[in-house]
């Protein structure tokens, strides 16, 4: 990492996503402005996604943003666990309203009134809809990407006959995460269960995929719930069963945020600004004329048919023909991630190549003008793997899994400090009391991550008590 992201990671981040243009702060509090290139990642994030969907037969639909108190009140878990974030509508044309409006923090209480309405009978079923929009929650502390009052998203709702076929639905959809977001993103995540204490408000289970930060902090990157019949009894959703009996559906939720840009800048980008997995980036290549290229027509006129030609296998590209010096374009589509850079001057021209730069990589490459598409869509293609790898790489050197008591992951903390160093991942056991969680979270600011499918080693002693355990965990501080 760089001195900055040593000394200060959350000000290095905002100082490269504020020069690679990415944002801009709104006068609302917590809000932010998309501008083009993030929005424009983001709309590769939702074409991936959506494509996953689709082909797990599940549809796009679109909620009002309001929502009434009264929803809200149906499912005491619920209101509990979003109240001190709503935003509320109180008045409308100079007149106050006869009940307040939240602005949505989540659609289960609409998407579960409407269900009640669609759903009458098990032919009806599997009922599965999926909606991106605008969510709402009032943060305190917030960083853009990561955590704002406004943030865009998907959430996936889906009712079922039983148990079995929502809990297979909720598992699909968390498995479809990891394996987009380490094939898009390329983030490797670890993929598990929620603790109670951090499950999503109302859900009888919520499962996750965490994602580690180069500062070793954690994003929680996706998650997947299974409701079981609490919504569905808060609303009504029910239906005619194969035996002509009037039963409760089972519900599941699932989502995954713009807090995935933010993730994607913390896990790949270095002292120089963004790196940017091809898949997503807004431009995956530059092409820049160098040499005293305005000479020589041809240059730029070979460069267009380069252009032309990539575009036309799906590559997205543009020419930076500005007055700018070769340095300062350079630096400039650096410090913005663009994946490859294409230079080309008299000299290549002479020797029927181009000198290729990929953004992750020193050094540069000849490479032939014969075959160049192809080339660069090898390229590309590498970079995109070679992400993961190093991702992992870094993941692997941050995970902690020989503390066995409190005071060692304290001694931890305080060494890796010392070191100035993160003090990543930690995995411990954990009795599975309320009590032994919060003691960590507050004697270290550390907080469970989650309860891990596949854990590297199995923890036999809670850290806390000394108790057997009753689950290995993850453990790291979050954004």
């Not at 809200?72 to 666990?81: L, S």
């Not at 090898?378 to 941050?398: S, V």
């Not at 409190?406 to 010392?418: G, S, Y």
Request: hydrophobic share 35%; net charge negative.
């Amino acid at each position: 990492m760089s001195n900055l992201q040593k000394e200060d990671f959350s000000a290095w981040y905002i100082q490269t996503i504020k020069q690679a243009d990415l944002m801009d702060y709104s006068p609302v509090r917590g809000c932010i402005i998309f501008k083009p290139d993030s929005y424009e990642i983001w709309e590769h994030i939702q074409e991936a996604f959506n494509l996953r969907f689709k082909e797990e037969g599940i549809r796009n639909a679109y909620f009002p943003m309001l929502i009434p108190e009264s929803f809200f009140t149906k499912e005491k878990d619920h209101i509990e666990g979003f109240s001190p974030e709503l935003p509320w509508v109180t008045e409308a044309a100079g007149e106050p309203l006869e009940e307040r409006l939240a602005l949505r923090p989540t659609s289960e209480t609409m998407i579960g009134t409407a269900f009640s309405d669609w759903i009458n009978s098990y032919r009806d079923l599997p009922y599965e809809i999926n909606q991106w929009a605008n969510v709402f929650r009032w943060e305190k502390k917030t960083l853009p990407f990561l955590r704002t009052s406004e943030f865009l998203w998907q959430e996936g709702h889906t009712a079922h006959e039983d148990e079995a076929s929502a809990r297979e639905r909720t598992m699909r959809m968390l498995e479809i995460y990891k394996e987009t977001i380490e094939g898009l993103l390329a983030i490797p995540v670890y993929s598990g269960q929620k603790t109670p204490s951090e499950r999503f408000a109302g859900a009888v289970d919520t499962y996750s995929v965490e994602a580690m930060m180069k500062d070793g902090k954690a994003v929680q990157a996706g998650t997947s719930h299974y409701m079981g019949t609490k919504f569905a009894e808060a609303f009504d959703i029910k239906y005619l069963n194969r035996d002509n009996e009037h039963v409760l559906a089972h519900t599941t939720s699932w989502g995954v945020s713009t807090r995935l840009i933010g993730a994607t800048i913390m896990v790949h980008g270095d002292e120089q600004g963004l790196v940017l997995p091809p898949a997503i980036a807004a431009k995956q290549v530059v092409l820049v004329p160098v040499g005293p290229w305005k000479k020589k027509t041809e240059i730029l006129e070979r460069l267009e048919v380069l252009s032309k030609d990539l575009k036309a296998a799906g590559v997205r590209v543009l020419i930076d023909d500005s007055d700018n010096s070769p340095g300062y374009k350079f630096n400039e589509w650096e410090l913005r991630g663009v994946p490859l850079r294409v230079e080309f001057g008299p000299r290549d021209l002479t020797n029927n190549q181009v000198m290729i730069k990929m953004r992750d990589i020193e050094g540069k490459e000849a490479v032939s003008l014969d075959g160049i598409v192809e080339s660069i869509q090898t390229a590309l293609a590498d970079m995109q793997t070679r992400l993961l790898e190093t991702a992992r790489k870094n993941r692997q050197q941050h995970e902690y899994t020989h503390i066995e008591t409190l005071d060692e992951l304290k001694e931890h903390i305080e060494n890796k400090r010392q070191e100035g160093e993160t003090p990543g991942f930690v995995l411990v056991g954990w009795d599975g009391t309320d009590e032994t969680e919060e003691i960590i979270k507050e004697e270290t600011g550390f907080t469970t991550r989650n309860i891990p499918f596949d854990p590297i080693v199995e923890k036999k002693t809670c850290i806390v008590s000394g108790k057997l355990a009753k689950h290995t965990v993850w453990l790291a501080r979050a954004y």
